[in-house]
């Protein structure tokens, strides 16, 4: 990739202790330009700094929170201490930050490391602010914007299904096409985030809903879903390539399939079972069918997966996971990876019958995991995918974060707020990163013409 180069004017102050400014103004470089597409790399470069001189760098942008009830849209800020080289240059790629909201060489570090300043909601912004302060005086400041879509795009909502399609705008030739299967969305993560991404690269994208875990007498937001983790139809996935395929600008032979977590389950068991499946990518995925799970579901009766109205074989918990889920509800942390290793433990003959079989799929795959997910055991599940597909002589894009846990969705450039904390965090938004090139070049490779 060409990356663009541009100058960016700066302020600055005239006089500071010790030193006068010179003609040559502080300011900022942004190689990667005004405009950067969520998920690129950012290239960044304060320059004509005073050499050896201890410089603040700051970054401000709003942002809303998925997670947060209400979804806000807050301001975010961090800011951190660098040390400018014999040249008067900083570059947030290599050099270090020795204090402030992160430390060490870290080009995602002023981005992942924000923490909102205040609790009243603003208005959406796309712009990222930078600053640079010596002594507490602005020196140089500069923005850019951070864009999640291309400028337009076409959308198409299909109750029937149900589901969401964003394609880009209408015009010759067809496109490859990537299913997600995820839940209602209810949060808009997938429909405001992931699938303007995608379609930023050139894909069409069908958002297909396949649960909506209600507990207690709450009402589902999208008719006629599974509202327990129970029994979960796979086959109905083929109602979504039917109305696929009555498209003009679809091509029916580059359809790829995206799941994260029970759904990346969910996506590898529906490669090994439809022929139209091109590629299939399962960000922190499980490589058996495990029981059931959601309001009144009795332990150790249900399956999460069904195929043509018959359940499919499973892993039982162990008695522990009411222990574990019992934590979420008092808003702790809770491991359900423990109750779910002891249920593999304890029934190696039901780990087998309910294995994915992914060595029947001779498609393209990507699997991903994190050695230290807490939700179960990613990391050792995507190298047990990839060895059952070594061993039938097929190749899998296998990536294994060694120090990362569930939460490896996203770009690494948003903050990283839930649970996570210090190298953890630090480590979580890396494997953000990593993943999302990853997916982006599998994709690209898999689904081209």
């Given at each position: 990739m060409i990356l663009k180069r541009i100058f960016i004017s700066a302020m600055y102050a005239a006089t500071f202790v010790g030193w006068t400014t010179s003609a040559s103004a502080q300011r900022f470089e942004l190689q990667s330009g005004?405009?950067?597409?969520?998920?690129?790399?950012?290239?960044?470069?304060?320059?004509?700094?005073?050499?050896?001189?201890?410089?603040?760098?700051?970054?401000?942008?709003?942002?809303?929170?998925?997670?947060?009830?209400?979804?806000?849209?807050?301001?975010?800020?961090?800011?951190?201490?660098?040390?400018?080289?014999?040249?008067?240059?900083?570059?947030?790629?290599?050099?270090?930050?020795?204090?402030?909201?992160?430390?060490?060489?870290?080009?995602?570090?002023?981005?992942?490391?924000?923490?909102?300043?205040?609790?009243?909601?603003?208005?959406?912004?796309?712009?990222i602010t930078l600053t640079a302060l010596i002594d507490g005086t602005v020196v140089a400041s500069t923005s850019f914007e951070m864009r999640h879509a291309p400028l337009a795009f076409h959308i198409e909502e299909v109750a029937s299904l149900p589901g969401s399609y964003f394609a880009p705008q209408p015009g010759p030739g067809k496109h490859p096409v990537i299913i997600i299967a995820g839940g209602a969305d209810t949060n808009r993560q997938n429909r405001e985030v992931l699938m303007p991404q995608l379609v930023a690269k050139g894909y069409s994208v069908f958002h297909f809903a396949t649960y909506e875990i209600i507990y207690g007498p709450g009402e589902p937001s999208v008719e006629g879903l599974p509202t327990r983790y129970v029994d979960i139809p796979i086959d109905r996935l083929q109602d979504v390539r039917d109305w696929l395929t009555r498209r003009a600008d679809v091509d029916p032979d580059r359809m790829g399939l995206y799941g994260y977590s029970r759904n990346g389950a969910y996506v590898l068991l529906a490669a090994t079972r439809f022929d139209w499946v091109k590629a299939v990518a399962g960000i922190s995925p499980s490589d058996v069918v495990w029981e059931g799970w959601g309001d009144g579901v009795r332990l150790g009766t249900t399956s999460s997966y069904s195929w043509n109205g018959q359940p499919l074989e499973y892993v039982p918990y162990s008695e522990n996971w009411y222990r574990e889920t019992g934590k979420f509800a008092r808003g702790l942390r809770g491991r359900l990876r423990t109750p779910m290793d002891e249920g593999r433990w304890a029934n190696p003959d039901r780990v087998e019958a309910a294995r994915i079989p992914i060595e029947d799929y001779t498609g393209s795959v990507l699997v991903v995991g994190g050695e230290l997910d807490d939700l179960w055991s990613a990391g050792h599940m995507v190298q047990n995918i990839a060895e059952r597909r070594a061993e039938a002589g097929l190749a899998t894009s296998l990536l294994v974060l060694p120090e990362a846990g569930h939460g490896i969705t996203g770009t690494g450039y948003n903050p990283t707020l839930l649970f996570e904390e210090g190298a953890r965090r630090r480590a979580e938004a890396h494997g953000q990163a990593q993943t999302w090139g990853a997916t982006l070049e599998f994709f690209k490779e898999a689904l081209s013409p």
């Open positions: 005004e405009v950067v597409t969520a998920g690129d790399p950012i290239l960044i470069n304060a320059l004509d700094l005073p050499p050896d001189t201890d410089v603040e760098l700051r970054a401000e942008r709003v942002l809303k929170n998925y997670y947060q009830r209400g979804f806000p849209v807050l301001r975010y800020q961090s800011s951190a201490l660098f040390r400018s080289d014999g040249n008067g240059r900083i570059d947030l790629t290599t050099s270090p930050a020795t204090s402030g909201s992160y430390q060490g060489a870290d080009p995602l570090g002023l981005f992942r490391s924000m923490q909102p300043v205040n609790q009243e909601p603003v208005e959406a912004d796309k712009r």
